[in-house]
């Protein structure tokens, strides 16, 4: 049967333009729900509304898109079907898309929806306030319906259209999905433990074949998610769920807030009431806080459980999700009680990342900034060249980055699991990130953008004390600047940083253990950087 991509989500989310753009990347046919009932009644929807009310209208489009099933289902060509915004609230519509297509909610911020659909002629557009009242009333209707969740609230059509197609690509015949396998493989072989990790498109199929072997041997697998990605991956968390919805899954709310000793103690008592055994695992299924708060659940709950992640931000890709850090925050600062416990499999998934907005990709790009000044020249090279490619999501030039980034880490963690020499390398840029963090609100900075300003601080410190070439730090700034990350920051005075920077946890007696670089690729750690330079430093990222 051919592929049917069917989009639904509020007025304002893009879906007629969107999707015909993403039909004719597929060479699709693409059909508009309301633009085929209106061809049916000789009337426009509107004048459909108005004349006979909005019953007459939900039924004539019950009844046109049931013959539009129909039609696909005899056509040897795939379609794109973009469904009315209030389409998805019906049950005949809900009832003739069931077990048909891959179902996309194309979701939006109403404020960002009533600015593009303010002044047309819709009959539900009308007024602010019961727009916005209508919007909220609709998602839990679109929640049911979907099998994954786009945001388009800051993304350009040709960006959703981009992302539509590659998720019909990745996601559209599942068969063809759970026969794939990753695309490559990296152990991690430490003298303590043993990871391994494997990626590429088709890797969260793999993820799921290894949970339904742990099944078959009466094993279960505890998944530790949030909100969002409850929402954004419904199908996806039932699955991993064991098909039991979120009965053996801990749902974290969004954020750094959900990284403390309280949330890890609900974890506790969660594993606790659920019997969970010590040849259990626990998996991970989100970005960085899910990665921390899952593994340190792991590492202390029956003094070690086994652990997995499925990272599904680029952050979390490229970084968090190797390595056995994990950690909760307290208010004195981050990451300050924690274990190391290396997970046994990674499954890193590009898919994930075309779900995510604009804002979190730049987040994860900024902890790829820190592997383009650690890595060395060749690969700083090749960041530049793919820069755009990789923030336009292209699949191999975001595969490469994120292996290239993984590889180092990895081998890197192989030889020094517990941070006790070499691993401090993979600090570059922290010092100052955690201190940011900390004096802006978690949450006030997202991670990976405090570490790229992180890492410039690191640069001009190198410079002075290390030699270190100035066009480094100006090749760092462009790389950033092309990836839409922030250079400069309005900050609090400088006395106010430099204290939280003295709290961190990897603060040496004597002053701030510091990591800098001689070059690309030759990082030093354990610098000792005088008070006066630190401020001069910090003259390079504020606004």
Sequence with gaps: MAPLVVLLGFMGSGKTGAGAACAALLHYEFVDLDASVSSRVGKTVEALFSEEGED????????????????????????????????????????????????????????????RVKGSARPLAQ??????????????AYLALSDVVLDTSDLEISQVAFRLARLTQEMGDEEAARMQNPVWRLNVEGKLSRSVIEGGPGTREA????????????????????????VHWPRLVHDLCGGSGAADALVLPPGEGAKTPIWAERGWQW??????????????????????????????????????????????????????KTAVNLPEGKNLVGAFHQPARVFIDPVFLLTLPQRELANGLGEVVKYAVLGGEAVLEGLEESADAVASLRPAAVDESVRTCVAYKAAVV???????????????????AHALERVLGYGGVGHGVAVALGVLVALRVSEVLLDCPQDLRGRTRKLM????????????????????????????????GFVGVKGAGEPVTGLQVPESLLRQALREIRA
């Design 271 to 324: 594993l606790a009431e659920a019997g969970a055994r010590r040849d259990d695992a626990i998996l991970a299924f989100g970005g960085g806080v899910v990665g921390d708060l899952a593994g340190f659940l792991a590492a202390t709950y029956l003094r070690g459980l086994e652990l997995w992640q499925l990272p599904t931000s680029l952050l979390a890709q490229v970084d968090s999700s190797v390595g056995g």
């Design 127 to 140: 007024d602010r306030g019961r727009f916005v009242r209508l919007a909220h009333e609709r998602r839990d």
């Design 56 to 115: 007459a209208f939900r039924a004539a489009e019950v009844d046109v898109l049931r013959d539009l099933l129909e039609e696909w289902e005899r056509s040897p060509r795939g379609m794109v079907l973009a469904l009315g915004g209030g389409a998805a609230t019906v049950t005949g519509v809900q009832d003739a898309l069931q077990g048909k297509g891959l179902k996309i909610w194309l979701s939006v911020e109403p404020g960002v929806a009533w600015g």
């Design 414 to 432: 192989g030889r020094d699991e517990r941070e006790a020499g070499e691993r401090a390398v993979l600090n570059l840029g922290h010092t100052t």
């Design 481 to 512: 600047e092309r990836w839409g990350l922030p250079v400069r920051l309005r900050l609090p005075e400088d006395t106010e940083i430099l204290a939280a920077m003295k709290r961190d946890k990897k603060g040496r007696a004597g002053g701030v």
């Design 207 to 230: 993820c799921r074949r290894v949970r339904a072997g742990l099944t078959e041997e009466g094993r279960r697998v505890w998944v530790v998610t949030d909100q969002n990605l409850k």
